[in-house]
């Protein structure tokens, strides 16, 4: 429907399409080298007000990542993999909470 706020996730089909039932619109990215493509086009549509982006396809995506939360209202949030986390979300969430919210609230200092 056009107009409508909407959630999207980003990564393998097995990995996002139970999101579905929670009212997650699940996005099929299978590599690293699709994502740049789906995220950017996602991130930058005005509907959608979050962007959830599985950790098995983020790869070197920081970059891009980094120039689309400078154009886009939604943030975008990266989320492990059934296989459990990488290790790169936190790092993502840190850097996220600094740009929407202006403050490291994770790193203790």
Do not use: F, Y
């Amino acid at each position: 429907m056009p107009g409508e706020s909407k959630i999207v996730a980003l990564g393998p089909q097995e990995e996002i399409q139970g999101l579905r039932s929670i009212g997650v619109q699940p996005v099929p990215v299978e590599s690293g080298s699709e994502l740049p493509e789906a995220l950017s086009r996602h991130a930058l549509d005005p509907n959608v007000k979050l962007v959830l982006v599985s950790e098995s396809v983020a790869g070197e995506a920081s970059r891009l990542v980094a120039d689309l939360r400078r154009r886009s209202r939604a943030p975008i949030i990266l989320i492990p993999s059934h296989r459990g986390p990488a290790g790169m979300a936190l790092d993502w969430m840190k850097r996220g909470m600094e740009h929407h919210i202006g403050v490291d609230m994770i790193t203790k200092k």
